[in-house]
């Protein structure tokens, strides 16, 4: 299954390298929400919670644009018979899918967070980095696994553009709770480590329980 | 004609499939024994490509019962996969990789070895373009790509739904040992030229509206009724 869910990642980024359709959308996505919050908020720097809300929604909207793709390039050029007429194991694709988002994900971030630090955020970034990778990556899981399920769930519509953001925002509702909670005190410096720990076991649960019912429920939806 | 093996490759009977309210298929029987052609006949809209679907696994059966290979459909979909070659309307190729990354692509997820995507590469004609994204080739080179990419598995079924549409008298030549007759396979073959159809074919299956007309000898007179 590790070996055929990497076949169709490899695929899968092997397209985005060469059609650069999902990443630079995203990143270019989250630059602009920070200038128009920089303008919008009349603020130079923002801190503590309000820091916390702008990333997380900002990194959450970004995720839309590329959960609106995952699964055209399947739809549209016929991809996804290829894959279903395959005797493979179907959570391959999710796997793939999921870890695609991931990657895409990780890729934004290397330019969203920088892009943050020097346009909005007050305190110095450096310091409170190593957790805040921890936190996004913890995220970063939530929404590759909610992301590729909601993506192959929406394709099939033909209002594929609406429905991917009324299905998926609800969902990660309590992605930017434990996001913005855990992060608010990295942007204040009055960081407390057990409050820290809770959101941190939020994330990890929110993680382990999509990732289980994507597993379960994604060989139904590819069924016509 | 072949002779019908005891145990059909493909056994049809009763298959119903509808979209919503709409009943694409309604009635469907049929037999067809190994080595055998099913030439699929119909106006456009008759439930040929969905039929064709069903068969490939790709669409499920609403009421009826259809065996594949053995497996029954759907509950045994997993049986017949990978033992199906389908030629569909799309070519299953993504357009922004090559003609050989597309197919080696495929080969992986069939777990075969890739010198067989070089052997057919070559069997269809396809070697100086094959390093070329597909959506800069012609609808006869993707079609001929289509074809290796259906016959990477060596299956036993093929699935063809008008599988030389867009190809030239050459390129046809260079396809017909591979999924024409002489390819020996079984083969359910969907045609629009009722003539060169019904000269392929063992068997005829005629639909109109989804329900079955025509089913036995080839009869091109017959055949053409479908279309008044």
Known sequence: MIGTAWTILRKDLQIELRT??????????????????????????????LAAGVLWVTLILATVLAVNRLFVTEREQGGIDGLLLAPIDRTAVFVAKAGALFLYLVLL???????????????????????????????????????????ALAVETRARDLIVPLLLLPLLVPVAIAGAE??????????????????????????MVFLLVSIAVFDFLLED | MAEQAAAPVIDVEGLERRYGERAALSGVSFRLGEGQTLGLFGPNGA????????LATLLRPHAGGVRVLGAALPGESWKAR??????????LLYRELSGRENLVFHARLHRVPEARVDELIAAVGMQRRARDPVRELSRGMVQRLSAARALLHDPP?????????????????????????????????VSHDVEAGAAESDLALGLRAGKQLIFGRPDPAAIRGLFR
């Open chain 1, 20 to 49: 650069k359709e999902s990443v630079p959308a995203m990143a270019l996505f989250s630059v602009t929400v920070f200038v128009l919050f920089h303008f919008g908020l009349q603020r130079n720097e923002l801190e503590g919670d």
């Open chain 2, 47 to 54: 439930g040929k490509s969905t039929l064709l679907r069903v």
């Open chain 1, 182 to 207: 855990a992060t608010e005190p990295l942007f204040s410096g009055n960081q407390a480590a057990h409050e820290l720990g809770k959101w941190v076991a939020l994330l990890g649960l929110y993680d």
């Open chain 2, 157 to 189: 079924l093929l699935l063809l739904d008008e599988p030389y549409s867009g190809l030239d008298p050459a390129a046809r030549e260079l396809l017909d040992p591979l999924i024409g007759r002489p390819c020996g396979r079984t083969r359910v073959l």
């Open chain 1, 109 to 151: 971030e290397l330019v969203a967070v920088p892009a943050f630090g020097i346009l909005l955020l007050g305190p110095d970034l450096f310091k409170p980095l190593p957790t805040l990778i921890l936190l996004l990556v913890l995220a970063d899981v939530g929404l590759a696994a909610v992301g590729a399920l909601v993506s």
């Open chain 2, 82 to 91: 990978g033992r199906v070659g389908y030629v569909g309307h799309e070519p």
